[in-house]
């Protein structure tokens, strides 16, 4: 999280996209397993622990919102 505030606190949020990978079903492991190995392999990693530590970190609703919409949309229609 560290580098993303410091980025963006260096005025470099419209560069960026916040995203994860995650799934709904894996068979790659047995069960239980990848609670172990990865326990943030969800879909609400982003906004249940990164954004909260982005925000602590300094970095603004703002710089967020050009991260996580401003930038996806212009990346995808151009």
Request: aromatic share 8%.
């Amino acid at each position: 999280m560290a580098i993303v505030a410091t980025l963006a606190e260096r005025g470099l949020a419209e560069r960026m996209m916040l995203s994860h990978d995650a799934s709904c079903h894996i068979d790659w492991f047995p069960p239980g397993v990848r609670e172990q190995i990865a326990p943030n392999w969800h879909f609400t990693h982003i906004h249940d622990a990164v954004l909260p530590a982005l925000r602590q970190a300094g970095v603004t609703d703002e710089q967020i919102d050009v991260m996580l919409i401003d930038n996806p949309r212009r990346y995808f229609t151009t």
